[in-house]
Nanobody, 127 residues
Framework: QLQLVESGGGLVQAGDSLRLSCAHSGRTVSPVPMDYAMGWFRQAPGKEREFVSAINAMGSTIYVDSVKGRFTISRDKAKKTLYLQINNLKPEDTAVYSC?????????????????WGQGTQVTVSS
């Protein structure tokens, strides 16, 4: 079982930057340690959870178009931590940001294909 804990959210102004972290412990069902994709999702008030970015076991990344150029996903396998660097924050980025992980290695956009979830961290951007 994999446990995920996010941190780094807060109340910021438009144009500011944040770095979200997701510390993970435990194992997935894969026999290969750290052989799993991880992703970031967000959910704004009154909206469905949406895909933000994901990274596979080899470090390949994907992003939703609306965050390309502003968000950067990365992972430190030694520290077992996933990161999301967010630059030039906008009010529409306000949401609860959650990290997730899959049992197999592919980085995908589909929220239903992720097996483990953190509790989320709130990001609020004022204009």
């Amino acid at each position: 079982q994999l446990q995920l804990v996010e941190s780094g959210g807060g109340l910021v102004q438009a144009g500011d930057s944040l770095r979200l972290s997701c510390a993970h412990s435990g194992r997935t069902v894969s026999p290969v340690p750290m052989d799993y994709a991880m992703g970031w999702f967000r959910q704004a008030p009154g909206k469905e959870r949406e895909f933000v970015s994901a990274i596979n076991a080899m470090g390949s990344t994907i992003y939703v178009d609306s965050v390309k150029g502003r968000f950067t996903i990365s992972r430190d396998k030694a520290k077992k931590t996933l990161y999301l660097q967010i630059n030039n924050l906008k009010p529409e980025d306000t949401a609860v940001y959650s990290c997730a992980a899959r049992n197999n290695g592919g980085a995908v956009r589909n929220v239903a294909l992720y097996d483990y979830w953190g509790q989320g961290t709130q990001v609020t951007v004022s204009s």
